[in-house]
């Protein structure tokens, strides 16, 4: 985070490089994904893409704000990068791609591993990987009781999300699993009041559990 001693308009070209940078590498990603993953069609039309890459900026400024010229914000880059193609992805097709799941739990950590090992952190390392094992058990015995209510992506996505909450502390884990849930509860009421969905689980979960993820980051500190 930035502080009252930052001089002139060194913070302000940073956070200008964020929405840059973000406006930059999300349509990277899109590009990347239809190349590698063709299962999920071709690119998005040209207004999502601009959506897309609009608030992954968005989200990049907010986190550079938030987290400032320190060594965790890379992992929050890559969560911005890869979360908002993911929410783009399970809204469009309620569909979270285990390789993109599998990308962001994998790359998370290994981003973690730099603030972790060179500011002698471990703790914040174990608790995240304590994290990701905590909220993965917990939606899986959900996904398992109720499976129409919580799919086996939204159970996969559990691992990255508790990573990136477990890493940031107990009480950001506990608000930010339990704020995904009431996003999504409020987002379902809405969209099954207006476009007359029948079943809750039409649905996507995953954009909840990414936003509640953003959320907690920026806010709970």
Known sequence: MFTSGDAGLAPWLFVLGAAVLGLA???????LIAKYLPRLGSLPTFRIRMTTAALTGLVLVAFSLRFGMSLVLPAFIFL???????????????????????????????????????????????????????????????GLISPGGIGMGDVKLAAPVGLYLGYLGW???????????????????????????????????????????????????
């Open 25 to 31: 590498l999300s349509p990277v990603a899109e590009v």
């Open 80 to 142: 911005a990068v890869l979360g908002v193609q993911l929410a783009r992805i399970d809204v469009a097709q309620h569909l979270l791609p285990n390789p993109l799941v599998l990308m962001l739990l994998a790359g998370g950590f290994v981003l973690f591993l730099v603030p972790g090992l060179s500011n002698h952190q471990a703790d914040d390392l174990l608790r995240a990987v304590l994290g990701a094992v905590i909220l993965f058990a917990g939606y899986l015995i959900l």
């Open 171 to 221: 009480s950001q884990l506990f608000y930010g699993g339990l704020l995904g849930f009431i996003l999504n509860g409020v987002v379902t009421v809405l969209i099954v009041s207006r476009k007359n969905r029948k079943r809750a689980s039409e649905v996507a979960h995953g954009p909840s559990m990414l936003g509640a993820t953003a959320a907690i980051a920026l806010f709970l500190v």
